[in-house]
T-cell receptor, first 115, second 115 residues
Framework: AQSVTQLDSHVSVSEGTPVLLRCNYS??????LFWYVQHPNKGLQLLLK??????LVKGINGFEAEFKKSETSFHLTKPSAHMSDAAEYFC?????????????FGKGTKLSVKP | DTGVSQDPRHKITKRGQNVTFRCDPI?????LYWYRQTLGQGPEFLTY????????KSRLLSDRFSAERPKGSFSTLEIQRTEQGDSAMYLC?????????????FGQGTRLTVV
């Protein structure tokens, strides 16, 4: 069965410093992986997705993630945090090899950004 | 606005009452999903439709829950004899049927409180 583990429930950074949100996955085949962001009182928004093309995936708002099969990881990074990045971030694996019939979410990482 | 719309945004009900939520997906999207999110957790899959056909149901979807998408457009999720454990955010998402790994677009959710 597919699953994702987000290694940190809460990450706090200062504005202008790098962001690293960690995610490990478990999948019996080549997975499709996603990062979604959830701002308070707003819907989930897709940041980026990995679909077995390039292992380094660039997303919106300066975020990127690298798929590392040997480490079963898909960590989300951003070189310089902005106050508007404060939100909940979810790592997601697709259950059907990318059909999105069933998205499996991690428990989320809350990102705080200090001025 | 052509995004996923959910109604109501908030619902407070007494234990034992029935509630119904509505989701209007993006008009050209054939797939529609329901998820449930409790405090501090990631969204959990409940069920999904391709057009009017309900293709999968999670074990989380007890016999008190029923979902419909009668004309392949909007969908309703009904909970009968609500329990306090049903208190959660209910999220709806939609995506095009064609193209694996396409993005799922989420609504802002319906927050249910059972008192």
């Amino acid at each position: 069965a597919q699953s994702v583990t987000q290694l940190d429930s809460h990450v706090s950074v200062s504005e202008g410093t790098p962001v690293l949100l960690r995610c490990n996955y478990s999948s019996s085949y080549s997975p499709s992986l996603f990062w979604y962001v959830q701002h308070p009182n707003k819907g989930l928004q897709l940041l980026l997705k990995y679909t077995s093309a390039a292992t380094l995936v660039k997303g919106i708002n300066g975020f990127e993630a690298e798929f590392k099969k040997s480490e079963t990881s898909f960590h989300l990074t951003k070189p310089s945090a902005h106050m508007s990045d404060a939100a909940e971030y979810f790592c997601v694996v697709s259950d059907y090899g990318g059909s999105q019939g069933n998205l499996i979410f991690g428990k989320g990482t809350k990102l705080s950004v200090k001025p | 606005d052509t995004g996923v719309s959910q109604d109501p945004r908030h619902k407070i009900t007494k234990r034992g009452q029935n509630v119904t939520f509505r989701c209007d997906p993006i008009s050209e999207h054939n797939r529609l999903y329901w998820y449930r999110q409790t405090l501090g957790q990631g969204p959990e899959f409940l069920t999904y439709f391709q057009n009017e056909a309900q293709l999968e149901k999670s074990r989380l979807l007890s016999d008190r829950f029923s979902a419909e998408r009668p004309k392949g457009s909007f969908s309703t999720l009904e909970i009968q004899r609500t329990e306090q454990g049903d208190s959660a955010m209910y999220l709806c998402a939609s995506s095009p049927a064609q193209g694996a790994n396409t993005e799922a677009f989420f609504g802002q959710g319906t927050r249910l409180t059972v008192v």
